[in-house]
Nanobody, 117 residues
Framework: QVQLVESGGGLVQAGGSLRLSCAAS??????MGWYRQAPGKQRELVAAITSGGSTNYADSVKGRFTISRDNAKNTVYLQMNSLKPEDTGVYYC?????????????WGQGTQVTVSS
């Protein structure tokens, strides 16, 4: 059974930092990443990474967020610095075959990130 278990969300003031983790079990994934969904908005890709280390970031988080992974632990991390109120939302871990197609793969349960101004 495939599971993606997220941790690390919470409440932080603007300018602060948070680190999200997502541990996958039951299968090895080439592509892993994070989506987020703010109230009333569509779910959007935040960052993704392949097992080979290729990354993809949303323009809105470039220079502030860093995605990394530990292939031995089948775990992906999202280091979020200089957080802004507009970063608020539910962050979902996602995993699949490629960055382009992983939305059709597996999802975590989501973790809330709230950035206060």
């Amino acid at each position: 059974q495939v599971q993606l278990v997220e941790s690390g969300g919470g409440l932080v003031q603007a300018g602060g930092s948070l680190r999200l983790s997502c541990a996958a079990s039951g299968r090895i994934f080439n592509a892993m990443g994070w989506y987020r969904q703010a109230p009333g908005k569509q779910r959007e890709l935040v960052a993704a990474i392949t097992s080979g280390g290729s990354t993809n970031y949303a323009d809105s988080v470039k220079g502030r967020f860093t995605i990394s992974r530990d292939n031995a632990k089948n775990t992906v991390y999202l280091q979020m610095n200089s957080l802004k109120p507009e970063d608020t939302g539910v962050y979902y871990c996602n995993a699949g075959l490629t960055i382009a197609t992983m939305r059709m793969g597996y999802w975590g349960q989501g973790t809330q990130v709230t950035v206060s101004s």
